[in-house]
């Protein structure tokens, strides 16, 4: 897959260590929620990105400092610099239907799910969000998920909303609120929890997963789930939460 050229429209900082990045491509491409690009720096790296937002020749992702990709990203990229784009990659939320969804992120794992809550607005669908944080100087993109769904936040170490983990939100909710499906992107552990409490329920559930990825192609298997032998890149980065079921210790 050729590289397109993106031109770096805007940054805004949301918090101490996540950026937004607002790019304008050369072409216009059209990927589905939940897909990724592999964005490169020439000299520096590359690195997967969840779209967080795309419309028309326009993408946004949400980029954290966690390396050196990313940290250059960080400190040294500015508006109207050049990077290149691979994509769109993998699979995204397939089973994107009508009817109620609950959405559920742990910190910048909210990326895909600000795309995918777009989607389903526009679908007429009803959406709850759950957003999880670490500490109150870390929340982040609340307004803007406010601005088109209904939101709620848990802060594990602060003031700001439910006191606690997402998961510990999730589980209040999903007790007294049903769902037709529950999407989710976070840490591993977040998801397979999520996924066997849904699973016990009876509720459909596709999450998102996070690994080292470095074709994106699925050819140097890097980014597989063991012994699933699941391969983030290419059968996901989103998977069905039955595919995932067999690594599931019982409850």
Known sequence: MNYRIGKIEGIRTLTKSIKEYEIVLDEIIEPEPGQFAMLWIPGVGEIPLSFADAETERIKFIVARVGKVTGHMHDKLRA???VFIRGPLGRGFA??????ALLVAGGYGLAP???LSRKLRSMECG????LGFKSD???FYVREFEELVETEISVEHGSSGHRGTVLDLF?????????DMVYACGREELNLALIRECLRMGVPVE???ERIMRCGAGICGSCSIEPLGI???RDGPVIDGSMIAPMLEAP
């Open 127 to 130: 959406v709850k969000v759950l």
């Open 231 to 233: 391969r983030v890149c």
């Open 137 to 139: 100087d870390e929340v």
């Open 171 to 179: 589980k209040d909710v999903i007790r007294v609120e049903r769902f």
């Open 95 to 100: 089973r994107i239907r009508s009817g109620r």
């Open 207 to 209: 999450a998102s997963f």
């Open 113 to 115: 799910l600000y795309f």
């Open 80 to 82: 109207g610099d050049r």
